[in-house]
């Protein structure tokens, strides 16, 4: 590098402040961390996590630190964390519940198309009435030896 303008290298133009070490609390949860934490404790941290929101936003309307604005990103993403693992809880135990029975309320039943749903199934389809099954024994399919 030349020199610059000044006597300072281009070097120390370029220098960049160092990157602020993440606090314990600053680290994002980990979705694999929260399946292993009971629903309560779930609903328990999800509450921290908006009363920790909300200082955050209290702080950003007051002029608050740069590293305090980067954090509701970060606290955000948690919550959103927090409220996939719970919801894939719920209805988890909703599936178990319900297992056997004849009837599962909409959202557990398979999505498919609208037209597949309502489609008849094979065992269906391929249903004889008794008048057709009697005809079929009666008059089966002829059997010809064609020879050349």
């Known amino acids: 590098f030349g020199s610059s303008v000044g006597g300072t290298s281009k070097l120390t133009a370029l220098r960049v402040s160092p990157v602020p070490k993440r606090s314990a609390a600053m680290v994002r949860v ?6 292993s ?11 921290d996590m908006k009363a920790e929101l909300s200082q955050l936003r209290v702080a950003k309307v007051s002029g608050g630190a740069a590293s305090k604005l980067a954090k509701i990103k970060i606290v955000r993403k948690s919550i959103a964390r927090i409220l996939t693992v719970y ?4 209805k988890a135990e909703a599936r178990k519940q319900y297992k056997g029975k004849k009837y599962q309320p909409l959202d557990l039943r398979p ?18 009435t008794p008048k057709q099954k009697t005809k079929n024994s009666n008059f089966p399919m002829r059997r010809f030896a064609v020879t050349m």
């Open 30 to 35: 980990k979705a694999y961390e929260l399946r």
């Open 37 to 47: 934490k009971t629903s309560k404790e779930l609903l328990k941290e999800l509450d």
């Open 87 to 90: 919801n894939q809880k719920q």
């Open 111 to 128: 999505k498919k198309t609208r037209k597949i749903r309502r489609s008849l199934t094979t065992e269906q389809k391929f249903m004889k």
